[in-house]
């Protein structure tokens, strides 16, 4: 089975700080790996996606992660945060025993501070 | 485009109660996921349904039932309410619910139970 261990509950940073949010996956298979952000009373948006292909993968608001196999890691990155940063972010693993399952961790609420 | 709708907004039931979620997926997306976030925790997986058709249920007690209609609409249901089954709810829809294939969440339900 597989499983995703975010490594941090809690991150604060000052604003225009750089941030890096660390995951770590367990699979047995090729995985697929996703970054989620969830604001305050609302659904989860997709940042990122990796499915193959370059280890660097770029998302939406300036977020990047990098897929690291020997470490079994996809550490969440952004150069500088803004106040609009502040959420909760989901790193997830794609299970397929005949579904299409997210596999979530426990998630890591970044706080940004002025 | 309208992303996924869910209905209601908010839920309280009292325990031993039956609810009904509902759950509208991005047009021309033909699979819908459900999901339970507990407070605090990342969501877990409690179905996939792909062309009408269940491909697949997470660890969760038969209380909990899903359907899919024609129009790619779903149900969840949730029979004999626990205390503990209170949690934002989501909902998620794709494209053709491959393992690859990106999920796009609603905003939730959320449901108390007192």
């Known amino acids: 089975a597989q499983s995703v261990t975010q490594l941090d509950s809690q991150v604060p940073v000052f604003e225009e700080a750089p941030v890096e949010l660390r995951c770590n996956y367990s699979s047995s298979v090729s995985v697929y790996l996703f970054w989620y952000v969830q604001y305050p009373n609302q659904g989860l948006q997709l940042l990122l996606k990796y499915l193959s292909g370059s280890t660097l993968v770029k998302g939406i608001n300036g977020f990047e992660a990098e897929f690291n196999k020997s470490q079994t890691s996809f550490h969440l990155r952004k150069p500088s945060v803004h106040i609009s940063d502040t959420a909760e972010y989901f790193c997830?693993?794609?299970?397929?025993?005949?579904?299409?399952?997210?596999?979530f961790g426990q998630g890591t609420r970044l706080t940004i501070n002025p | 485009d309208a992303g996924v709708t869910q209905s209601p907004t908010h839920l309280i039931k009292t325990r031993g109660q039956h609810v009904t979620l509902r759950c509208s997926p991005i047009s021309g997306h033909k699979s819908v996921s459900w999901y339970q976030q507990v407070l605090g925790q990342g969501p877990q997986f409690i179905f996939q349904?792909?062309?009408?058709?269940?491909?697949g249920r997470g660890n969760f007690p038969d209380r909990f039932s899903a359907r899919q209609f024609p129009n790619y609409s779903s149900e969840l249901n949730v029979n004999a309410l626990l205390l503990g089954d209170s949690a934002l709810y989501l909902c998620a829809s794709s494209l053709d619910g491959g393992r690859a294939d990106t999920q796009y969440f609603g905003p939730g339900t959320r449901l108390t139970v007192l």
């Open positions: 349904y792909y062309e009408k058709e269940e491909r």
């Open positions: 997830a693993v794609s299970d397929f025993q005949g579904a299409q399952k997210l596999v």
